[in-house]
């Protein structure tokens, strides 16, 4: 009943920006974190930002002072602000929620469908 819809990616040359966008909707009766993940071809899938919902954020090394995440709680929407850009940063971006469905249930992992980011060089 949970689903996660993403919108933002695309095409970008090098030094360049764009942001991702992510809404939670369905069934949440509490969202514990939200993050954006990234798989590049050949490579497993790492964590590049995460947001608690106290305003907690961490970063992957590889993209602090150039990525953003912040949330829009009454819309349980997570964004990533990416900038200047490296064609290192090329990879499908997959949006990441922990969210409990009702009272009393556990608290479980929800994926968006990802979306790519390609960066020119």
């Known amino acids: 009943q949970v689903q996660l819809v993403e919108s933002g990616g695309g095409l970008v040359q090098a030094g360049g920006s764009l942001r991702l966008s992510c809404a939670a909707s369905?069934?949440?009766?509490?969202?514990?974190?939200m993050g954006w993940y990234r798989q590049a071809p050949g490579k497993q899938r790492d964590a590049v930002a995460i947001?608690?919902?106290?305003?907690?954020?961490n970063y992957a090394d590889s993209v602090k002072g150039r990525f953003t995440i912040s949330r829009d709680a009454a819309k349980n929407t997570v964004y990533l602000q990416m900038n200047s850009l490296k064609p290192e940063d090329t990879a499908v971006y997959y949006c990441?929620?922990?969210?409990?469905?009702?009272?009393?249930?556990?608290?479980?992992?929800?994926w968006g469908q990802g979306t790519q980011v390609t960066v020119s060089s």
């Open positions: 369905g069934s949440i009766f509490r969202i514990n974190t």
């Open positions: 990441n929620a922990k969210i409990q469905p009702q009272v009393l249930t556990r608290v479980s992992d929800y």
């Open positions: 947001i608690t919902s106290g305003g907690t954020t």
